[in-house]
């Protein structure tokens, strides 16, 4: 099972936009109703990695690498367990090209650095960082393309990824 709750108003960017969250109150301060609803989308996706951890389901959960949600108590306490693995991953080294990408551009990809919680050992070959393939550019995110922003791009799963987070889990399942 592979979860997602949605990242908005998680990253560091969000407290730009009139975010509410800081270290000392992850949750945020109780004042944007959009910041409460995305609250219950991670309480309900921990909730759900621990019933199909108990159960003995593989299970992932996925958010950006700087969301607040890792420094929630019930995710690090997560993380200090046997057989919870914390995996990182720039999007780029999976080839995450920009929207309007052409070959003739280049190798010019998109950064977008997430981590997964999961217990499935065989994710750990989603592990991978810009630093890891080669040389390439980065494109910045900001803005929109033909009325869609470029940051919406950027929360996508490039092919190669989907392909390498499929295997481990075909494997884990044949195990």
Not at 6 to 33: H, V, Y
Not at 41 to 64: Q, Y
Not at 101 to 128: C, E, F, H, M, Q
């Amino acid at each position: 099972m592979h979860l997602a709750p949605r990242c908005a108003w998680w990253t560091p960017f969000a407290n730009l936009n009139g975010g509410t969250r800081t270290f000392e109150q992850l949750g945020g301060d109780g004042s944007k109703p959009e910041e409460e609803d995305v609250n219950r989308d991670a309480a309900i996706a921990l909730w759900l990695f621990c019933v199909a951890v108990s159960l003995g389901v593989f299970v992932s959960i996925e958010h950006p690498l700087p969301s607040k949600l890792w420094k929630l108590p019930l995710a690090l306490g997560l993380m200090g367990l046997v057989g919870i693995y914390f995996v990182e991953t720039d999007l780029c080294a999976f080839g995450h090209r920009p929207l309007e990408w052409k070959p003739s551009d280049g190798d010019i990809r998109v950064r977008g650095s997430l981590a997964l919680l999961t217990n499935n050992p065989y994710l750990a070959a989603l592990n991978k960082k810009c630093c890891d393939c080669p040389k390439h550019a980065h494109e910045a995110t900001e803005g929109s393309i033909h009325g869609r922003s470029r940051a919406v791009h950027k929360g996508s799963y490039p092919r190669q990824w989907c392909r390498a987070y499929a295997s481990s889990s075909r494997l884990a399942f044949l195990d």
